[in-house]
């Protein structure tokens, strides 16, 4: 999917700080790496793409979809049909198991269910990254990198046309972190994703087809 930002401003409440973006085209199935310093808005951009926040002003448009104007239902659908997350905390839900946490998008997707297929693609994924024993373990009995890899699993599950990642390879070791990417551009590619993610591993950037580094993009720091 194709992204068009024009405008796009967005301040935190209580907080002089603001992300300020006049214009942007991500091309479909182009991967792009956002940098930038602590505070200066990577993740508040990742949530304003998928509809979490919505912008003072601007528009944020994906294939057309104006997601700044979506109500909470229709962007909770629009990210559950079209846009696999990466959180930086994994988002992962405590009480279900490995396994289950990679197959809930099916079950909060409208039209969508857990079907053998769904659960076949759950399977095949947790295999290619190394996660099969782990696939009963809840939250808790994982180390960070199999967190990261089930986050991984669940956000490429439903084959979304957009990724987005939030440091997927934070504190993780140089040998996890570089399985990682390669797990991650592989599915990107198989999918045809447009791929954004925030990195502050600057040794990843010749990775990507573009970089945009959000440090000009604040009016002040908090």
């Not at 782990?134 to 699993?153: D, M, T, W, Y």
Request: aromatic letters at 4%; charged letters at 25%; proline letters at 5%.
């Amino acid at each position: 999917m194709s992204i068009e930002i024009r405008g796009l401003g967005f301040t935190h409440p209580n907080n002089a700080a603001g992300l300020h973006l006049p214009e942007l085209t991500i091309e479909e199935g182009q991967t792009l790496a956002v940098i930038g310093p602590s505070g200066s808005g990577k993740t508040t951009f990742l949530n304003l793409l998928s509809g979490l926040l919505r912008p003072d002003r601007g528009t944020v448009r994906v294939n057309g979809i104006a997601v700044e104007g979506l109500s909470r239902r229709a962007a909770q659908a629009f990210r559950a049909r079209s846009v696999g997350y990466i959180f930086q905390d994994f988002g992962l839900l405590d009480y279900l198991s490995a396994g289950d946490n990679i197959l809930h998008p099916f079950r909060i997707a409208p039209g969508r269910r857990v079907t053998p297929e769904a659960r076949a693609r759950a399977e095949a994924l947790a295999e290619t990254l190394g996660i099969t024993s782990r696939l009963s373990h809840r939250p808790a009995q994982l180390s960070h990198g199999e967190k990261q890899r089930v986050a991984i699993c669940r956000a490429v599950v439903t084959d979304p046309a957009v990724l987005l990642a939030d440091e997927p390879t934070g504190n993780l070791d140089p040998e996890t972190a570089g399985r990682i990417m390669d797990h991650l551009f592989a599915e990107r590619e198989r999918l045809g994703a447009t791929l954004i993610m925030v990195t502050h591993d600057h040794g990843l950037l010749d990775r990507f087809d573009r970089v945009l580094d959000l440090r000009e993009m604040w009016g002040a720091r908090a």
